[in-house]
């Protein structure tokens, strides 16, 4: 693996242009809150493979009608460290709290076609980058929430 400084809103909206037409099709709102020149260590590829799964769940959980994504961040500090605080949500139809408790378990999926893979993938790289990712849900949204540490 190899950490490079990189700027996680254009991460971000490069993968947006890649998922355009899902988007789209279902129209969904996007709110980026994201500052531009926000930086992160990672590794590039890696990484965009993990938000384009999460993206990709965010778009199959809302409904055509009022669908939304939020995307914001912030920096928190402990033990003299820098974090950078990744939120996505979304306004779908949220998760209960036994699927909660499976959503990084090997092959469970609730989707039709799904392998299970995808969060399990995803937990790995954020782990990979000495992070860490939760879902939880609160007032009509589901929030993933990764922790990293953050590029200088």
Do not use: P, Q, W
Not at 12 to 40: A, S
């Amino acid at each position: 693996m190899e950490l490079i400084k990189t700027d996680i809103r254009k991460m971000i909206i490069d993968i947006l242009k890649l998922l355009e037409k899902e988007i789209n099709v279902k129209n969904i709102k996007i709110e980026n809150n994201i500052k531009e020149e926000t930086f992160i260590l990672c590794d590039i590829v890696y990484f965009e493979k993990a938000l384009i799964n999460i993206i990709k769940n965010a778009i199959a959980a809302v409904d055509e009608k009022n669908g939304k994504i939020i995307f914001e961040c912030f920096e928190k500090k402990e033990n003299n460290k820098k974090y950078f605080v990744l939120n996505i949500k979304d306004n779908g139809k949220g998760i209960d709290e036994e699927t909660k408790e499976r959503l990084f378990s090997l092959f469970y999926t609730s989707k039709k076609h799904g392998t299970g893979l995808g969060l399990v993938i995803t937990k790995k790289i954020i782990e990979l980058h000495n992070g860490a990712i939760d879902i939880f849900c609160d007032r009509g949204y589901t929030t993933v929430n990764i922790i990293l540490e953050r590029g200088e």
